[in-house]
């Protein structure tokens, strides 16, 4: 691969990560102007539900035998899928026990460094003093944002770990996704794997929660906003970050999640930022430019390496007719 290739492709990964970031942090606002009796619960069973038909409607479109080909990497999808639901019930439990402000402050915080400790334990090299300036800017920047207006919450120590248990689900489904995807599994197609399971195991979420909300026009829009956009878009973007990013510089720059929800907020809820806020804003974009600029570390070449033993990943080529002898 060409280095000047290596670097359009990278450069195409980190603006699909951004992107779906930036989509990631529409949800609050979404949740905002939805429903107000819809519960975090139901809308993240819903999410999920929807968003995993969506994944996989995508990854049909994509390439017809992404779909057929999840028998392959059936135990890597098992296990993402299970991170998945890992991942959503723990988060929206700790954040009951929590509060949003510390709750959303031990899941920014530990994000990027259970990825960085994953990776290294893996066996893994390649982590750049770059990579360590700009997450902690950007950390740094994400706990400002969140702290505001914090008030008397309490750091309960249920709800943290239930906080942290999400958060290395997040961080292991990550990792699961980019497996299937460096051994030839469409990305699209390897987020609707796992998340079809974990919406499998958290459809009985379904039968307990209120969902009257649903029957509204804003409760339907907040839905298929939620499970096709966010998720849907979202993580297809994100899975084609995967391709040539290792995980912990992905899970660095979805912290421009928080950024565009602070940025929503103002514009669209007539939220204010205050000092802190605007610090910590202008603290995530630093972070951001200095982990985007950083040049390639060996864990982004490695996995550049997989995506050029993958190939591109578009749509397989039909079968051409069978010919027919004239007859003679």
């Known amino acids: 691969m060409s280095r000047s290739r290596a670097l359009d492709g990278r450069l195409a990964s980190i603006t699909a990560v951004l992107a779906a970031a930036a989509i990631f942090g529409t949800t609050g606002t979404s949740q905002a102007l939805g429903p107000p009796d819809a519960t975090s619960l139901g809308i993240g069973a819903v999410r999920l539900v929807v968003g995993a038909a969506a994944l996989a409607a995508i990854a049909w479109l994509h390439r017809p035998g992404a779909v057929r080909a999840w028998r392959h990497h059936a135990p890597t999808l098992l296990l993402g899928g299970v991170a998945v639901a890992v991942y959503q019930l723990g988060w929206f439990a700790g954040l009951r026990r929590t509060g949003v402000a510390v709750g959303t402050v031990v899941g920014i915080g530990s994000g ?13 090299r390649g982590l750049t003093r770059g990579w360590v300036v ?32 999400a958060v290395l689900g997040y961080v292991l489904y990550v990792e699961a996704a980019q497996h299937a995807i460096h051994r030839g599994l469409d990305a699209a197609g390897a987020m609707a794997g796992m998340f079809g399971v974990g919406a499998i195991l958290l459809a009985p979420i379904l039968a ?11 409760g339907a829009a907040m839905a298929l906003h939620f499970g096709v956009v966010t998720i849907g878009v979202a993580y ?3 899975g084609w970050g ?14 421009a999640e928080p950024l565009t929800a602070a940025i929503l907020g103002t514009a669209a809820l007539g939220e204010r930022l205050g000092p802190l806020g605007w610090l910590g804003a202008a603290l995530i974009a630093t972070g951001l430019l200095v982990a985007a600029r ?8 490695s996995a550049e390496r997989n995506a050029a033993a993958v190939g591109p990943q578009r ?9 027919r002898r004239a007859a003679g």
């Not at 997450?135 to 249920?158: C, N, Y």
């Not at 995967?242 to 912290?255: E, Q």
């Not at 950083?294 to 070449?301: G, I, L, T, V, W």
């Open 315 to 323: 749509p397989a080529p039909s079968r051409p007719p069978p010919t």
């Open 236 to 238: 297809t973007l994100y």
């Open 242 to 255: 995967l391709l040539r990013l290792a995980v912990p510089r992905v899970v660095t720059l979805t912290l």
């Open 294 to 301: 950083e040049e390639a570390p060996a864990a982004d070449r």
């Open 112 to 124: 990027p460094v259970m990825a960085g400790l994953i990776h290294l334990a893996r066996g893994r």
């Open 134 to 165: 700009g997450t902690a800017a950007t950390v740094l920047g994400a706990g400002l944002l969140a702290v505001r207006g914090a008030g008397e919450s309490t750091a309960d120590p249920v709800g943290l770990m239930l906080t942290l248990g």
């Open 208 to 218: 307990l929660e209120p969902l009257g909300w649903l029957a509204s026009p804003r």
